[in-house]
């Protein structure tokens, strides 16, 4: 699969935006600075203009209802609770697999890549916590481009279908939006968020699972 390599490149992209830097060792007079330290104002300053750019982009819509999120304090990246919710995320890295065994490599990459983004939204949020901060407002922005290619591939998928579309496809499917809404509407409560929307995630990889299923045993039932 490949989300661990897309997480490694989305983690350099969220370094980009991160807030805050701890600042480099100075050296001491006359020593020598291996290349990649040499290096780093540039890339430092690289960070800086990328996020300065991206956060002024959003600030005229720091209000928007679809940029705030839920505050899931006091639980942090590093609580239990939190950590299972971040790890509901891998289901999109099997479902991308399984897309892509089935023949459908570019709606397999689109769910991970939504995966890989998704992933870096909440850890993003609960690490920040709030529902305004800017860093995790972005990390969602970038969420949204990818879920909504994401969803509106699979919908087609579906609707490629026809008749042989499973009936546990849409049980899964409808499950997952209730959840995500139930986590809209009531998700004030931490615990109640996380495991709504946790699954939200578990439900959706599920739904994207029946299709890919679907599909194979349509493939695999057509004269070769």
Not at 15 to 37: E, I, V
Not at 82 to 106: D, K
Not at 155 to 173: D, F, I, K
Not at 182 to 196: I, M, S
């Amino acid at each position: 699969p490949m989300l661990w390599p897309l997480l490694l490149a989305y983690a350099s992209v969220a370094r980009a935006f991160s807030w805050g830097t701890a600042a480099a060792p100075r050296p001491s007079r006359g020593a020598t600075l291996p290349t990649q330290q040499r290096e780093q104002p540039a890339l430092e300053l690289l960070q800086r203009r990328l996020r300065a750019t991206a956060l002024h982009a959003l600030r005229p819509h720091h209000q928007h209802p679809l940029l705030q999120y839920a505050d899931i304090r006091p639980f942090t990246e590093l609580s239990p609770e939190a950590q299972l919710f971040l790890g509901t995320n891998l289901a999109f890295g099997v479902v991308g697999w399984q897309l892509s065994s089935a023949g459908s490599p570019t709606l397999g990459l689109l769910a991970e890549c939504a995966g890989v983004a998704s992933f870096f939204y909440h850890w993003e949020q609960c690490r920040r916590g709030g529902s305004r901060h800017p860093s995790v407002q972005l990390a969602l922005t970038v969420d949204y481009a990818f879920a909504l290619p994401a969803a509106g591939s699979a919908l087609w998928y579906a609707a490629a279908l026809g008749e042989t579309l499973p009936a546990s496809a849409v049980a899964a499917g409808f499950a997952a939006s209730a959840a995500f809404v139930a986590a809209w509407l009531w998700g004030k409560e931490p615990r109640r968020y996380l495991a709504l929307h946790g699954a939200w995630h578990v439900l959706g990889a599920v739904a994207a699972s029946e299709l890919a299923s679907a599909h194979a045993a349509l493939a695999s039932a057509l004269p070769a």
